[in-house]
Nanobody, 120 residues
Framework: QVQLVESGGGLVQAGESLTLSCAAS????????MGWFRQAPGKEREFVAS???????HYANSVKGRFTISRDNAKNTVYLRLNSLKPEDTAVYYCAASRYSDYLSSSDYWGQGTQVTVSS
């Protein structure tokens, strides 16, 4: 059974940092792009960042320069470092994996999400 399990969310103040982790299991993710979406209350889910198997990364403009995505292929784990957090970053963050889309537009697998709340 394929699983993506997120961790690392929490409540922080504006300007602080968090690191999210997504551990994948149940199959090899060789060749898969992995990354993150987020969904704030009352808003649609939006792309945050992704990273290919070879390490090429992509970011939404809203997080570029503040968030950093990385992955450890040996551990089937992808990370998202969130720096300089803003209240508008408050959302449920979802991990995703896609075999054919570097931007995860057609993701094959999804995690259950982890809540990030940023207070002002």
């Amino acid at each position: 059974q394929v699983q993506l399990v997120e961790s690392g969310g929490g409540l922080v103040q504006a300007g602080e940092s968090l690191t999210l982790s997504c551990a994948a299991s149940g199959r090899t993710f060789s060749g898969y792009a992995m990354g993150w979406f987020r969904q704030a209350p009352g808003k649609e889910r939006e792309f945050v960042a992704s990273i290919t198997w070879s390490g090429m990364s992509h970011y939404a403009n809203s997080v570029k320069g503040r968030f950093t995505i990385s992955r450890d292929n040996a551990k089937n784990t992808v990370y998202l470092r969130l720096n300089s957090l803003k209240p508008e970053d408050t959302a449920v963050y979802y991990c995703a994996a896609s075999r054919y889309s570097d931007y995860l537009s057609s993701s094959d697998y999804w995690g259950q999400g982890t809540q990030v709340t940023v207070s002002s």
